[in-house]
């Protein structure tokens, strides 16, 4: 193995040598990034908010059509919007993003809110 070595570094000579090596390791890194895209490090779109039950509904409304009853789940949370009556003596509903569902949680089912701005 170190004859293999030595031999390496005559034919190509200590400081290419030196040189070479981090050049190749940063040529395959930017390789890899190019190659799997899914390996980067992507941020949340939103601050998240905990929901121990609550319906995701269409607009702002207790009135409104229910998308989907969610349990136990962190939601993105975009924004906040005083619509109708949500039954917690409050018109305040935030803006939620679960997972393909885009609709609106009454405040009062979200606990973890995060601080965010009006729509």
Same mark, same amino acid.
């Given at each position: 193995?170190?004859?293999? &070595?030595?031999?390496?570094?005559? &034919?190509?000579?200590p400081a290419q ?10 040529? &395959? ?86 601080s965010v701005g009006?729509?």
């Amino acid at each position: 193995m170190a004859v293999g &070595l030595a031999a390496a570094l005559t &034919l190509v000579g200590p400081a290419q040598a030196a040189t070479s090596v981090p050049e190749t390791q940063q040529s &395959l890194a930017t390789t890899a990034s190019a190659v799997r895209p899914d390996t980067a490090v992507k941020p949340l779109a939103y601050p998240r908010g905990y929901v121990t039950e609550g319906n995701l509904r269409r607009n702002p409304n207790l009135g409104a059509e229910k998308i989907v009853t969610i349990y136990n789940q962190w939601v993105e949370i975009s924004c906040w919007i005083d619509g109708g009556p949500n039954g917690f003596g409050s018109n305040r509903w935030f803006k939620a993003h679960y997972y393909s569902h885009v609709g609106y949680l009454s405040s009062g089912v979200v606990s973890s809110q995060p601080s965010v701005g009006a729509c």
